[in-house]
């Protein structure tokens, strides 16, 4: 049940960067009706690098409804964890020096950004497999274990 909606996740993903880029060609489409100048530049890359950033998205969401047990709980978890905490690393890399050094390694929001705007070198890989390992990975190795352990409802 739980490799299904690791499946599930994904190709809701899937569905998400479909939808999303239907969307941006209309959008493109009637600004440039409205300016004269059209320009397509999205590359299959840019559009593999969005899916993957729509996917670890919602397998965070999985992850946390199997950690915590509860959805409710798990929603709340997923907002503090996509909006407060990064808002919270970076004051604390703007008072504490070495820590911006530290951010792109712990934080999985920053280790993401080549995703979106590329510029990949090995030191980018490792950040994004680390900060993966610790919000993602080892978070859902426990939740597996509890929704496997846990009575079935």
Known sequence: VLAAKVVVALIVALFAVVVAAIAAAFGNVFAGLASDTTVWNVNAVELLGFYAM???GILMGLTFGALLLSSP????????WAFVL???????????DW???LL???DFATAQMPLFDGGWTGEKWAQLVVSGTIWLIIPFVVGARRVLRSEIK
């Open 86 to 96: 990064p808002t919270i690393f970076a004051v604390a890399s703007v008072f504490i």
């Open 104 to 106: 792109p390694w712990i």
């Open 54 to 56: 729509q996917a670890l």
């Open 99 to 101: 820590f911006g050094d």
């Open 73 to 80: 709980a798990a929603i709340v978890v997923y907002f503090a």
